[in-house]
């Protein structure tokens, strides 16, 4: 079973960028967490990060056929992307939405996520930690949707 992390804007910055509220951890170092974890798990993660709305919207097209789940912290685009929530609703993966930060506990306009409604779930506020919760989620996720079409997983 493989899972695509699709990360977005601004997190090629973690570790120096507002440390205050995302913390010291780099992405690279998140990515290593996540690797250990998958391992563990049993299954194999990707994981991108793009700056690039369309890059994002055309990662997450071309996933159906190589991913079992996406597991996704849209950063910012959260906020403002039509286009990555009609993505997610249209290749209609088991998909998993993450944030290092509680968005809920921050400004107004971060409280409202336009992908969420079209992901299982939101996991949000547990820093790192939010990113192996994604993955343990989408993983039942996957395993849960394999055994209702009949298939192994
Ligand atoms: C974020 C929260 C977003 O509001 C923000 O724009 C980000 C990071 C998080 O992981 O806490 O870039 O998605």
Not at 38 to 54: C, K, M, P, T, Y
């Amino acid at each position: 079973m493989r899972i695509l992390f699709i990360n977005g804007p601004n997190l090629n910055l973690l570790g120096q960028r507002e440390t205050a509220v995302y913390g010291r951890a780099t992405l690279a170092d998140i990515r290593r967490r996540v690797a250990r974890r998958a391992r563990a798990l049993g299954v194999q993660v990707d994981f991108i990060q793009s700056n690039h709305e369309g890059v994002i919207v055309d990662r997450i097209g071309a996933a159906r056929k190589r991913y079992a789940a996406l597991v996704i912290n849209p950063a910012a685009y959260t906020h403002t992307s039509v286009a990555i929530r009609d993505a997610i609703s249209a290749v209609a993966l088991p998909t998993v939405e993450i944030h290092l930060s509680n968005i809920h506990a921050r400004e107004d306009f971060r409280h409202r996520s336009l992908s969420a409604p079209v992901c299982a779930g939101q996991i949000c506020g547990f820093g790192p930690l939010s990113y192996e919760l994604g993955l343990e989620a989408a993983v039942a996720l996957a395993k849960a949707a394999a055994k209702s079409a009949g298939k192994r997983p």
